[in-house]
Structure formats: C-alpha cells, structure tokens
C-alpha cells in the first residue's frame, strides 16, 4: 500500500538535493520522499517551503542554500528568478554541460536498460550567450504602461525585459524601440482575460549568415492602426530590416502565431545558411534558433549517416528540409516527411533555391507514411529521425527496423523519449553504437543529442 507523503503544503523542510530534473530543477529527497526544487543544486543542502504535494512527489519553493554546490555562481541576468526562459545561470558553464552530459547517461540507464554506449561528453559553446536567431516577445499592459518581455515563471504575467542575455542587442533595442512606437501611436495592447487590444506578440526573425532582419507584429485582429507610420519609424531606425509582416491571430490560445500572414513591407521571407544550403525563412517555419551549434549538430549527423554518395536516406520529421538537403549532395537519394503543409512547401522551395534535384518531400504522419513506404517497397540505407519532444510513434519505429537501414542517425531534443525509442531498436535489431550531446541551448535545461544506432547483423 502506497504511504501518505511524508510533507504538506506550506511546510518548510530541510534536505540534500542528490539529482538533477529533466526541467532543470534539483531533486531532492525527504523521508525518501522525491521532492523537486527549482534553483537548487545536486549535493547542495537546502530549506526550502513545499508548495505541492502530489502522490508520489512534491515540489519545494527554494529558500536557502545551507551548503552550496562548488560551481554556484550568481546570475548575470536580473530577471534571472522571475524569468521561466533560462534555468540554469546559477552555474559556471563548464558544470552546466557535465549536469546535462550526465542526464543523457541517466535517462539511457534508467529507461533504455542501456549501459554499454559510448556518451562522449556535451559539445557546449565557446560564448554561451546572445546565440539566438529568433526570440517571441509578448506584451502586456501593466498599470497603463506598455511592457514587453517573458512571461514569468508558472505564469502569464509578463516580466517587463530590460535586456535578455541569450538574445543579441539588436533584437534587444528592437523591441523596445516597437514598445516605444505603439504606446506612443496608442495602439491598443492585447489582454487575453478579455480578449480585447491589438498587439499580441512581437517575433523576430534574423539571418545570421545573411544579415537579414524580418520583424513579425502578431495582432488579434486583420486592422493594425498607424501601422506604415509604425513600420516607417522601424525602418529609419533599424535599416537592417528586410521584412515587416503583420500575423493575424484572433484565437483564444497560447499558441503564438495565426495562420494568415500579410506583409507591411519588404520581402515575404528572409534567407540564411547552415553550412553553405541557402533557406528560405518565413514566420512560420521551423529554422534552429542556434545558428553555431546547428552547423555542429548537423555536422554530428552527416559523420553518423557516413555517405559515399551511393545512398538512399529518409529524413522523418523533416521540417522545412534543413537535414535532408545538409545530406542530399552526399547521397543518392533523399526522401523527406513532415506533417506540417507549409513546412513541406517550404522544403520543396528550398530543394529548388539550392539546385537540389535528388530531394523528394512527402505530406503526412511519419508514422503513416514510412510503413507505407516500407511495404511498397522503398529500401534504404540510412533513417535520420528528428522528432519532437515526445518522440518516434511506435509504428514508425516498426517499420523502420522492418525496413532493416543500415544505419539509423537519431536527432532528440528530449533523452527521455530518445531513451525510451533507443530501448525499441535495441530490442529490434538495432545497437546503440554511439550518442553525442550538442548544447543547442545554452544557460537553458534542453538538453539536444545524436545518437548513432547500427544493425546488428
């Protein structure tokens, strides 16, 4: 019989933290109960208040360290505790990539019954800061002032962002300059209590490579009032810009983007390069927001796909192409899959910006359309996969081992799910050959990796 939980809500405990959580919180034990506390360290002692108990966990509201972890250190950011976008500034960068290294050899362990695969250490960043290429910035009005920033920790408050230190300065001075324009013009800020005002959302979009701005202004609703004289004072102040669009969003929903975009000025996409492929980027596409650690991440999987140019590979979940044409000029034949529709039209079009005729992109369910594939007859010899954060269906992973490649290069932005899709193919003709950890988001708990599986013969 299940024991009652040895703590209640509101009362204030001591206790050693002895790991670390998927979402960057320590995990700490009370009584042998699991209790997860945000801020806190492994081997650090803690007082902290419990503020829910569930039936097998708690979790505990940090307040005060009694012992400190060797590598603690205080954030460089001030919202760093309001702020739910980065989790892990209060450690030095180097513990930061061993605490994330060790969660890929925990989660093989404890779910994929995997202890014979070679875990080389994190790749991490030699600047671990202002890496990223997009950011989404909502706004909110706060005692009749505009602000604009993340939204607070648990909730949908917004943290009003003097600057942010995993975005550039650029994106930074963006958004307050558009702050400043629309509480100067009057335009109304969006509330989702009452589902009144215009501006929801402001996304910036950069090509790194390229040099090339778009600024995406998220309404709820198709009028923008004052809207050229918005995008002229942008322009004149931020030349940079190529690309201004209105994105029209009038749902009741977390979800950021509409489906309808309309362009106020410029072009209607804008460009950038992983590794010398040329993308086109519109507001809706999935584009890395690690430009650096994307090369690195895609380099990790060409080594593992290890083409002659003789090869026929599937990319599952294949985006807007990015992966498939990294590998098309080193195979014989690339054939992609994605669900999304843009998504697919935006692979086809990048398949023909680049000159790439070997690249064929198909609409659906990966795990619909590759057992299709596998009983029509389609061979080949390298599966990449690069899922979501739930993983590979189990019908894929059926008939990609049906369809026996020869290699299977496995992109996981989660080691849970990837442990638990490893633990399949090992148990389905697959060997768990290799796994290499990229640090993609850096000061953040996401932990991105490749792993490389090999049939067994």
């Known amino acids: 019989m299940r024991q009652k939980p040895p703590v209640q809500k509101g009362q204030i405990i001591e206790c050693t933290v002895h790991g670390f959580g998927h979402s960057g919180t320590g995990v700490g034990r009370y009584e042998g109960f699991a209790v997860f506390i945000g801020g806190a360290l492994p081997g650090e002692q803690v007082k902290i208040r419990i503020t829910k108990v569930k039936k097998t966990f708690a979790e505990g509201e940090l307040l005060e360290v009694l012992t ?187 979800v950021i983007l509409g489906k309808e975009n309309r362009l106020l000025w410029g072009m209607p996409v804008i460009y950038d390069t992983i590794g010398g492929i040329r993308f086109a980027i519109s507001p809706h596409s999935f584009f890395q927001v690690n430009p650096i650690q994307t090369e690195v991440l895609y380099e990790q999987a060409k080594a593992y796909a290890n083409l002659t140019g003789r090869e026929t590979v599937i990319d599952a979940y294949c985006g807007i192409g990015s992966i498939s044409l990294y590998l098309a000029n080193q195979a014989k034949k690339v054939y992609g899959m994605e669900i999304v529709p843009s998504a697919i039209e935006d692979a086809k079009q990048n398949a023909t910006l680049n000159k790439i005729k070997n690249a064929q992109f198909e609409l659906g369910k990966a795990e619909e359309i590759l057992p299709r594939w596998q009983k029509e007859g389609l061979f080949a010899d390298v599966i990449v996969v690069d899922p979501p954060r739930k993983g590979c269906e189990e019908p894929f992973l059926e008939a990609a081992s049906q369809m026996k490649p020869e290699r299977i290069v496995y992109i996981s932005c989660n080691p849970a799910t990837f442990a638990r899709d490893a633990k399949y193919l090992s148990e389905h003709g697959y060997h768990l050959q290799e796994v290499q950890p990229v640090d993609m988001f850096p000061q953040t708990s996401h932990v991105e990796l490749v792993g490389l599986f090999t049939l067994q013969v």
């Open 68 to 254: 400190a972890h060797a590598e603690r250190i205080e954030p460089i950011c001030p919202h760093f505790d309001s702020c739910g976008g980065c989790q892990l500034q209060h450690i030095s960068y180097t513990e930061e990539l061993k605490l994330k290294y060790q969660q890929v050899v925990d989660q093989l362990e404890r779910i994929g019954l995997l202890t014979d695969v070679t875990i080389h250490p994190m790749k991490g960043m030699e600047h671990p800061w202002s890496y990223r290429n997009k950011v989404q910035i909502p706004f909110a009005t706060v005692e009749g002032k505009v602000v604009a920033g993340f939204y607070q920790l648990g909730t949908h408050q917004v943290v009003d962002m003097e600057t942010c230190f995993i975005q550039n300065e650029l994106q930074t001075e963006l958004t307050r300059k558009v702050k400043e324009i629309v509480e100067r013009l009057h335009i109304s800020i969006y509330d989702e209590t009452t589902h009144k005002g215009i501006l929801r959302h402001i996304l910036i979009r950069q090509g790194v490579h390229t040099n090339e701005l778009m600024v995406v202004l998220v309404t709820n609703g198709e009028k923008l009032p004052s809207a050229q004289e918005l995008v002229k004072e942008l322009r004149q102040t931020f030349p940079i810009i190529t690309s201004v669009q209105q994105n029209i969003n009038t749902a009741r929903t977390n």
